[in-house]
Nanobody
């Protein structure tokens, strides 16, 4: 499975962005899907994840209430809607697919098998 993330850009504090992650070469149906982010010199950080059937969603405390993760199986794509952006949200955002990821490791980068190339989100103050 290849993942292609897009939608990053420059936005002012309080603004919104929507990220997309399109999958090819396989289906995301039945996989746990997630977004992580990373800034220079820091470890990759969990942002949000979807359960296998998208019924359940999981968020980092730092983005809860501001970000929304969703999936469209027909388009083989997941999304991250980001509202109320803050300068500390500035990072490269990565999407990930985990066909075999178990719930207890849903926030762990190493639990995911496939990764997108990342898209840069910059929030200016």
């Amino acid at each position: 499975v290849q993942l292609q993330a897009s939608g990053g850009g420059l936005v002012q504090t309080g603004g919104s962005l929507s990220l997309s992650c399109a999958a090819s070469g396989g289906t995301i149906r039945g996989s746990r899907m997630a977004w992580f982010r990373q800034t220079p010199g820091k470890e990759r950080e969990f942002v949000a994840a979807l359960g296998r059937d998208s019924t359940n969603t999981y968020y980092a405390d730092s983005v809860k209430g501001r970000f929304t993760i969703s999936r469209d199986n027909a388009k083989n794509t997941i999304y991250l809607r980001m509202n109320g952006l803050k300068p500390e949200d500035t990072a490269v955002y990565y999407c990930a697919a985990g066909p075999r990821t178990i719930l207890s490791t849903i926030r762990v980068p190493g639990a995911y098998s496939y990764w997108g190339q990342g898209t840069l989100v910059t929030v200016s103050s």
